[in-house]
């Protein structure tokens, strides 16, 4: 009878574990101006797009939350879309003019860091602070 017992509270917390819903909130701080949105890219570990946001900036800050996320690996990135176009502009070199960024504050040398870089694992809510390459 115990183990029954213990059997079937084991699988209620492993169904309840896995049908949880998780928030994330991101705040993203150092943005160059309040001009224009800040665009988000949510990924699942596999570098498949979850959502998307954009986010209004208000004193150099902008703050965006994910609702209802299973527990995993996700990754983030962003950019700060100043002129409104959608793009994340550059120059002829491929250097970007905007700023941008990505989960773990990660960064690349030449180029966007590696996606391995930026996963992280949600397993309960979560808050994240980022900083933007100006």
């Not at 030449?110 to 949600?122: N, R, T, V």
Request: one cysteine or more; a neutral charge; aromatic letters at 12%.
């Amino acid at each position: 009878m115990k183990k029954l017992i213990l059997t079937g509270f084991v699988i209620l917390f492993i169904s309840s574990y896995s049908f949880s819903q998780l928030n994330l909130d991101i705040e993203i701080t150092g943005i160059k101006n309040d001009e224009g949105k800040i665009m988000l890219q949510l990924f699942d570990g596999k570098e498949v797009t979850v959502n998307q946001a954009v986010g209004d900036i208000k004193d150099n800050k902008c703050s965006v939350s994910f609702k209802n996320l299973k527990p995993g690996k996700y990754a983030i990135r962003y950019f700060h879309d100043e002129n409104e176009n959608g793009n994340l502009d550059t120059n002829t070199f491929g250097i970007p003019k905007e700023g941008y960024g990505f989960s773990n504050n990660a960064k690349g040398t030449f180029g966007p860091p590696p996606f391995e870089k930026w996963i992280f694992d949600l397993i309960e809510n979560k808050k994240m602070e980022l900083k933007i390459n100006n």
